[in-house]
């Protein structure tokens, strides 16, 4: 039960901090000014909701660390277990975390407008991933080189997938009046998407190779879930090839068929990035072999 009761909160934990990194980055830095203070303002009613998930699941995993570690429920709240769990490695990293969403929250309620501010605590919070969990099985250079990678790979991902929300929004505004701002938005997502996609297959294989070696995936438990992420997230290429070039062209001629069409597309890349998430949830806690 704990160990489901973990996977779940990671679950929360990712899906949060990815959904507000790509929305912050999408409003604050690809949005014309004309547009980007409708956006924040959608946006902005998410985000104190998202960042309290963020903040209480980051405190939640360190608990049923401790469970996990000790003898089940009891110990998720015995400041004894806490320490423990303070002293080992993943527990070193995971204090940094808890701070940074707890500061995270603080700053959005206080300045919501704060864009530049949010996303560098939720880089800071990103970063922070990469020194836990699989990435962390190397020391030396070797491991700071596997840590740098991972890092790169889930920020694409986050600017990727997290984008996808505001993406819908700014769809939706594209059939008003704030139509010629609204398409240069998407215009621009698109193309640093573009580099987001293919820095997510480069770090994802590198990745894989790092952690299991030259080995046929399908050998472990690990591996055959890996293949079904590898799958979800090829879902989410077509999808977003399809929008890209069959469907933004046609905004212009024929936008009251496309637009409806790339929004349906675009919901479907976020179920299968939700999908994705959770299996990455789930191996993450498995042994690579």
Sequence with gaps: MLASLYIGLRFMHFLSLMLVFGSTLFTAKLSPAPIQRILTCRMNRFLPL????NAVSAIAIFAVQGGMMGNGWPDTLRP???????QTQFGQIWQWQILLAIVTLTASLLKPRAQGLLLLLIIAQLLLQAAVGHAAMREGMPGWLQR?????????AAAWFGGLLPVIVCTRLAQGRWR????????????YGHVAVAGVILTGA????????????????YGRLLIAKVALVG??????????????????????QAYPLFIRLTQAEVISG????????LFATLEPY
Excluded: D, K
């Design 80 to 86: 004894a277990i806490w320490l423990a769990v303070a």
């Design 180 to 191: 010629a701002e609204a398409i240069i938005t998407l215009m621009r997502f698109s193309r």
């Design 50 to 53: 998202l960042l309290t998930v």
């Design 274 to 281: 939700v999908a994705v998430l959770a299996l990455v949830s």
């Design 148 to 156: 740098l990678n991972h890092a790169l790979h889930l920020l694409c």
């Design 235 to 256: 879902v989410m290429l077509i999808a977003a090839v399809v929008n890209r070039y069959v469907l933004v062209p046609r905004f212009r001629t024929h936008g009251h």
């Design 206 to 221: 590198i990745n894989t190779f790092l952690i299991q070696g030259a080995v046929w995936p399908w050998q472990s438990e």
